[in-house]
C-alpha cells in the first residue's frame, strides 16, 4: 500500500514538484540533449497529496478535491485518502459521494475512530439512523466515553422516542461534560417527553447556568413551566426569551396571553411537541454542537459539524448562516459569500446575511457589490433602517467616497437627530473629507447634546489644535475629556499638541511623553514628540522619535512627511 515514505522519496518528490509536463518534456535549451527524467507515479501521488493538504490550508477545496481524487486514481487502497476525499465531497455538497468514500476509508481501516465519525455523521444526514447508530456503537467500542457519540446517541434514541436508551447515554455524556450545556438540554427534554416534568425543569435550569441566553433552552424551560401550572415563571422566562431572540413570535404571544390571565395548556403541548421534533433530530444536536466549537473558537471542527447538519436539513437557513459565519472567521471569503447568497428573502435570516455578505464583499474591497447588499437588506426590512444605513455609510467610507458616505449619514441623523453619536460620526466623515469647518460643526452639535461625550470633547478640541485657532477653549475641551478618562493615551496627545501650538513646548512633552509610554505604537503620536523635542533643541531625541514613528508608520502620506523630516535632521538643517 502507498506511503509517505520520506526518507527514500524526498528527492523523488522534489522532482515531482516541478511542472508534471515540464518534466515529461526533459530539459530544453543547451542541455536538451541529457537523459530525460521519469518521475516514479508513487512520487507523483505524494506530490499531489501534499498539493491537496496546501490547498485546504489556503482554502481552494476544489483543487484539493482534483488532487485527492488523482491520489485515490494512483492507490484506491489508502484509508487515509478515501476519507480525505469523503471529507472534500462534503465539502462541495457531494453528500453520496462523500458517502461512498467514507465507506471505503472504514472497510479499509475499521480502528481509525475520524472514519467512523465521519460515516456515522453522513448516515445522519442522510436520514439512515440504524446504520448511524451502528457507527456510533463502534466509535464507544474504540473509546467508551467518546463526547460526541453519547451526545448524538442520546439525540437519535430521542426523536424515536427511546426515552430509557436516551437518558442513559446523555447521563454518561453529562458526567463526561459537566460545562456543557447541550447535556442537561436535551435530557430535560427527555424527562419531558417521559412526563416528569419536574426534573425536566430542573435540568433545563441547569442548562441556564451554563448558557443563560440558550433561545431553545428558555423556549422549552418556560413551556415546561407552562405545563406544571407555573404561569409566573414561564412569564419570566419568555421575557428572556424574547430578550435573546427577538424573532421568536410564540414567545411575544405567550406574553400577551399569559399577562392577559389566558392560559391554553394543549397549545403549549402542541408548541413543545412542534419545537421537539424540530431540536430533536442528530441534525439539530450538530448545530448546536457545531455553535459550541464556534463560541471556543474550534472553528474547523464547527464548520464541520455544520456541514453534516446542513447535509441533513438543507433547507435549515440558521445551520446555513452560521456556516456562513464560521468560514467568514476562517477567512474563506468565498465559501462564506457562497452561504449567505442561497438564504432566500423569505428567511428570517436573510438581512442578517446580506450584512454578513457585504461585510464579506467589503474585506475583497468589492464596494458595490457590498452597497447592493446592503440595499437589498433595506428593502426587506425598514425597522432596522438605521442600522443599515450606518453600515452604508461605512462602506463608503472604506471606499473612500466621501459625498455619499455623508449623505448616507445626514439621512441617519435625520432619523436619530437627539443621537450624538451620530452627529460624531458625520463629523468624522467630513474631517476625512478635509471640511475642517463642517467637522467642527457637528463636532460642537455632538458636545452640546451630551456634554460627556469624550470622543466629541477630545475629536473638537483637537481639531482646534491642529488648526491653531481656539486654543484656550481646546484645552478646556480636553481637559474635560481627561476628567473623564484619564488614561487616554490619544487624548493626552491632543493635550499635548494644544501645548506645542501654544508655544509651551515643556509642558507639550510632558504630556506627549506620558502618551507614548501609553500609546507606544502610534506613529503620529510619536511624531508630535520628535517636533516637541526639536523646539527646545533636543535633537538627538527629536531624531530617535522620529525614527521610531517611522517604523510604526503604515501610511504613505505619513511615511513621507516622517522621512522627510529626518533627512532634515541628518543634513544638519
Known amino acids: 500500500m502507498w506511503q509517505l515514505r520520506w526518507g527514500i522519496l524526498f528527492s523523488l518528490f522534489v522532482t515531482a514538484c516541478l511542472p508534471v509536463d515540464e518534466v515529461a518534456q526533459g530539459p530544453t535549451g543547451p542541455f536538451a540533449d541529457d537523459v530525460k527524467v521519469t518521475v516514479p507515479a508513487e512520487a507523483q501521488a505524494m506530490y499531489r497529496y501534499m498539493r491537496a493538504r496546501m490547498d485546504v490550508l489556503d482554502g481552494d477545496f476544489q483543487a484539493a478535491h482534483e488532487h485527492y481524487k488523482a491520489v485515490r486514481e494512483h492507490d484506491p487502497d489508502s484509508a487515509l485518502v478515501r476519507a480525505r476525499l469523503a471529507g472534500s465531497h462534503l465539502v462541495l455538497g457531494e453528500i453520496d459521494d462523500a458517502l461512498r468514500e467514507a465507506e471505503a476509508a472504514v472497510r479499509l481501516n475499521d480502528q481509525e475512530p475520524e472514519n467512523h465519525r465521519l460515516l456515522a455523521g453522513l448516515y445522519g444526514a442522510t436520514g439512515r439512523v440504524d446504520e448511524a447508530i451502528r457507527e456510533y456503537r463502534k466509535l464507544l467500542e474504540l473509546d467508551p466515553e467518546d463526547s460526541q457519540s453519547l451526545l448524538y446517541l442520546g439525540a437519535i434514541h430521542l426523536a424515536q422516542g427511546g426515552h430509557e436508551q436516551a437518558r442513559e447515554h446523555l447521563e454518561r455524556y453529562k458526567k463526561r461534560n459537566p460545562s456543557s450545556p447541550l447535556g442537561p438540554y436535551y435530557l430535560g427534554r427527555t424527562l419531558a417527553n417521559s412526563g416528569e416534568l419536574s426534573l425536566a425543569e430542573e435540568s433545563y435550569a441547569a442548562a441556564l447556568k451554563l448558557h443563560p441566553s440558550s433561545a431553545p433552552v428558555l423556549a422549552e424551560l418556560a413551556l415546561v413551566q407552562e405545563l406544571r401550572g407555573r404561569r409566573e415563571q414561564a412569564l419570566k422566562t419568555y421575557e428572556k426569551l424574547l430578550k435573546a431572540d427577538s424573532r421568536d413570535e410564540w414567545a411575544g404571544k405567550r406574553i400577551e396571553t399569559l399577562r392577559a390571565g389566558g392560559e391554553d395548556l394543549a397549545e403549549a403541548r402542541a408548541e413543545f411537541d412542534r419545537r421537539g421534533d424540530r431540536e430533536a433530530s442528530p441534525g439539530s444536536a450538530r448545530m448546536k454542537v457545531g455553535l459550541v466549537y464556534y463560541e471556543l473558537g474550534s472553528l474547523q471542527a464547527a464548520v464541520t459539524e455544520f456541514r453534516l447538519a446542513l447535509a441533513e436539513r438543507p433547507d435549515d437557513q440558521r445551520i446555513r448562516f452560521f456556516l456562513g459565519l464560521t468560514l467568514a472567521r476562517l477567512e474563506d471569503r468565498e465559501g462564506a459569500a457562497a452561504h449567505f447568497r442561497r438564504i432566500p428573502r423569505d428567511s428570517e435570516y436573510f438581512v442578517d446575511a446580506q450584512i454578513q ?26 425597522r432596522r433602517r438605521q442600522e443599515l444605513l450606518r453600515f452604508l ?17 445626514h439621512k ?12 460624531f460620526s458625520l463629523g468624522a466623515l467630513y474631517d476625512e473629507s478635509k471640511d475642517k469647518d463642517k467637522t467642527i460643526e457637528y463636532m460642537r452639535k455632538a458636545v452640546e447634546l451630551n456634554p460627556d461625550n469624550a470622543s466629541a470633547l477630545n475629536y473638537l478640541g483637537y481639531t482646534y489644535a491642529e488648526l491653531g485657532v481656539e486654543l484656550d477653549r481646546a484645552e478646556e475641551l480636553i481637559v474635560r475629556a481627561l476628567e473623564i478618562a484619564p488614561n487616554d493615551g490619544y487624548y493626552i496627545d491632543s493635550l499635548g499638541w494644544v501645548y506645542y501650538q501654544k508655544g509651551d513646548y515643556r509642558r507639550a512633552i510632558e504630556q506627549l511623553e506620558r502618551a507614548v509610554s501609553l500609546v507606544p505604537d502610534d506613529p503620529i503620536i510619536i511624531e508630535h ?15 530617535r522619535s522620529y525614527r521610531d514613528a517611522l517604523k510604526a508608520a ?20
Not at 457585504?358 to 425598514?382: F, K, L, N, T
Not at 441617519?412 to 452627529?423: A, F, K, Q, S
Not at 501610511?555 to 532634515?568: L, P
Open 554 to 573: 503604515t501610511k504613505d502620506e505619513e511615511v513621507e512627511r516622517i522621512r522627510g523630516k529626518i533627512g532634515r535632521l541628518e543634513q544638519g538643517v
Open 529 to 543: 514628540l520628535g517636533d516637541a523635542y526639536l523646539k527646545v533643541g533636543e535633537t538627538d531625541k527629536a531624531l
Open 357 to 382: 455578505l457585504a461585510s464579506v464583499y467589503q474585506g475583497q474591497e468589492r464596494y458595490s457589490e457590498a452597497v447592493a447588499a446592503i440595499r437589498e437588506a433595506m428593502e426587506e426590512d425598514d
Open 412 to 423: 441617519v441623523v435625520e432619523l436619530d437627530p437627539e443621537n450624538d453619536r451620530v452627529y
Open 393 to 409: 455609510a461605512e462602506i463608503y467610507r472604506k471606499a473612500k467616497d466621501y459625498p455619499n458616505a455623508i449623505e448616507v449619514m
